[in-house]
Protein backbone atom coordinates (compact mmCIF):
# COMPACT_ATOMS: atom_id res chain seq x y z
CA UNK A 1 0.00 0.00 0.00
CA UNK A 2 1.44 3.30 -1.03
CA UNK A 3 1.47 6.18 1.81
CA UNK A 4 2.88 9.36 0.73
CA UNK A 5 2.30 12.09 3.90
CA UNK A 6 2.91 15.47 4.08
CA UNK A 7 3.71 17.43 6.86
CA UNK A 8 5.12 20.62 7.96
CA UNK A 9 2.39 23.55 7.01
CA UNK A 10 1.17 25.94 8.93
CA UNK A 11 0.50 29.89 9.18
CA UNK A 12 3.13 31.86 8.00
CA UNK A 13 3.68 35.75 8.17
CA UNK A 14 4.73 36.94 4.64
CA UNK A 15 8.25 36.53 3.33
CA UNK A 16 8.43 33.82 6.12
CA UNK A 17 9.63 30.56 5.26
CA UNK A 18 8.45 27.27 5.64
CA UNK A 19 9.38 23.72 4.91
CA UNK A 20 7.60 20.97 4.22
CA UNK A 21 8.35 16.90 4.57
CA UNK A 22 6.71 14.31 2.19
CA UNK A 23 7.37 10.38 3.62
CA UNK A 24 6.51 7.48 1.36
CA UNK A 25 5.68 4.16 1.60
CA UNK A 26 5.34 1.30 -0.16
CA UNK A 27 7.22 2.28 -3.44
CA UNK A 28 10.84 1.81 -4.12
CA UNK A 29 11.19 5.74 -3.36
CA UNK A 30 14.45 6.47 -4.75
CA UNK A 31 13.77 5.19 -8.67
CA UNK A 32 10.31 7.65 -8.57
CA UNK A 33 10.17 11.26 -9.95
CA UNK A 34 9.38 12.98 -6.95
CA UNK A 35 6.76 16.54 -7.15
CA UNK A 36 5.48 18.90 -5.11
CA UNK A 37 2.15 20.96 -6.42
CA UNK A 38 -0.67 23.10 -4.69
CA UNK A 39 -4.27 23.96 -4.95
CA UNK A 40 -5.65 27.27 -3.65
CA UNK A 41 -9.62 26.91 -3.17
CA UNK A 42 -11.45 27.57 -6.67
CA UNK A 43 -8.17 27.22 -8.71
CA UNK A 44 -6.47 23.98 -10.68
CA UNK A 45 -3.80 22.28 -9.34
CA UNK A 46 -0.54 23.96 -9.62
CA UNK A 47 2.82 22.37 -10.68
CA UNK A 48 5.89 23.87 -8.45
CA UNK A 49 8.96 21.74 -8.55
CA UNK A 50 10.24 18.09 -9.19
CA UNK A 51 13.06 15.65 -8.30
CA UNK A 52 14.33 13.08 -10.83
CA UNK A 53 15.70 10.00 -9.15
CA UNK A 54 18.90 11.38 -10.39
CA UNK A 55 18.34 14.45 -8.92
CA UNK A 56 17.63 16.79 -11.83
CA UNK A 57 14.97 19.31 -10.80
CA UNK A 58 12.29 21.67 -12.34
CA UNK A 59 10.47 24.18 -11.07
CA UNK A 60 7.48 26.26 -12.02
CA UNK A 61 8.93 29.90 -12.57
CA UNK A 62 6.48 31.13 -9.96
CA UNK A 63 8.50 29.79 -7.53
CA UNK A 64 11.60 29.60 -9.26
CA UNK A 65 14.49 31.35 -7.02
CA UNK A 66 12.40 30.81 -3.44
CA UNK A 67 11.61 27.30 -3.91
CA UNK A 68 14.15 24.61 -3.29
CA UNK A 69 13.48 20.56 -3.57
CA UNK A 70 15.37 17.73 -1.71
CA UNK A 71 15.33 14.27 -1.40
CA UNK A 72 16.94 11.81 1.08
CA UNK A 73 16.25 8.60 -0.68
CA UNK A 74 17.63 7.12 2.73
CA UNK A 75 14.53 8.29 4.67
CA UNK A 76 12.24 8.11 1.72
CA UNK A 77 11.62 11.41 2.14
CA UNK A 78 11.25 14.73 -0.14
CA UNK A 79 11.29 18.51 1.45
CA UNK A 80 10.01 21.62 -0.07
CA UNK A 81 11.91 24.33 1.55
CA UNK A 82 10.06 27.90 0.80
CA UNK A 83 10.84 31.24 1.37
CA UNK A 84 10.09 34.59 0.97
CA UNK A 85 6.80 33.41 1.29
CA UNK A 86 3.93 35.58 -0.43
CA UNK A 87 0.11 35.90 0.33
CA UNK A 88 -0.73 34.22 -3.20
CA UNK A 89 1.70 31.16 -2.11
CA UNK A 90 -1.44 30.35 0.34
CA UNK A 91 -2.69 26.55 -0.88
CA UNK A 92 -2.67 23.15 -0.17
CA UNK A 93 0.48 21.82 -1.01
CA UNK A 94 0.55 18.17 -2.44
CA UNK A 95 3.29 15.48 -2.95
CA UNK A 96 3.58 13.34 -5.58
CA UNK A 97 5.29 10.18 -6.76
CA UNK A 98 5.88 9.52 -10.50
CA UNK A 99 7.46 6.36 -11.80
CA UNK A 100 8.71 7.36 -15.40
CA UNK A 101 7.11 5.74 -18.23
CA UNK A 102 4.48 3.76 -16.08
CA UNK A 103 0.84 4.47 -15.12
CA UNK A 104 2.22 4.52 -11.11
CA UNK A 105 1.17 7.54 -10.06
CA UNK A 106 0.75 8.66 -6.53
CA UNK A 107 -0.41 11.37 -4.61
CA UNK A 108 -0.52 12.73 -0.99
CA UNK A 109 -3.22 14.32 1.05
CA UNK A 110 -1.76 17.54 1.34
CA UNK A 111 -0.78 19.66 3.86
CA UNK A 112 -2.26 23.76 4.61
CA UNK A 113 -0.17 26.44 4.14
CA UNK A 114 -1.62 29.64 5.36
CA UNK A 115 0.02 33.24 4.36
CA UNK A 116 -0.82 36.17 7.23
CA UNK A 117 0.25 38.55 9.19
Known amino acids: QVQLVESGGGLVQPGGSLRLSCAASGITFRLYTMGWYRQAPGKQREFLASMTSGGSTNYAESVKGRFTISRDNAKNTVYLQMNSLKPEDAAVYLC???????????WGQGTQVTISS
Open 96 to 106: NANFPLSRANY
